[in-house]
């Protein structure tokens, strides 16, 4: 069961889903067989790590994007001639796990 069904229209809202389909991919899974699946409800602390693991991909691929836009306006092969002799600098940048510098 849903606990807060605001944040999870909020959610289904950003990617273009139904709430029905958010809701049943948070709190069902899918058995198959050789024949047949089935639907059959998670328990409340399967159900907390399937959104927590979703969670942790939505962060992972929004930081791969921010970093990408980043290289992307900072590219020196993009914005300088290939003759200039500019020493490029790193930018460096702190998420909650850890410090990683990016040339």
């Known amino acids: 069961m849903v606990e807060n069904p605001k944040e999870l229209k909020e959610v289904a809202d950003l990617y273009g ?4 389909q958010l809701s049943l991919a948070c709190t069902e899974r899918t058995l198959k067989t050789r024949n047949d699946s089935y639907k059959v409800p998670q328990l409340a602390g399967k159900a907390k790590e ?4 979703f969670a942790k ?12 836009r980043i290289n ?21 940048l ?3 796990f850890g410090f ?4």
């Open 17 to 20: 889903i139904s709430v029905e």
């Open 50 to 53: 399937t959104c927590d693991a």
């Open 57 to 68: 991909e939505i962060y992972a691929k929004l930081f791969d994007w921010v970093v990408a």
């Open 72 to 92: 992307d306006a900072t590219s020196a092969e993009t914005h300088y001639h290939k003759n200039d002799t500019v020493d490029y600098g790193i930018i460096g």
């Open 94 to 96: 702190l998420d909650i």
């Open 100 to 103: 990683e510098s990016l040339k």
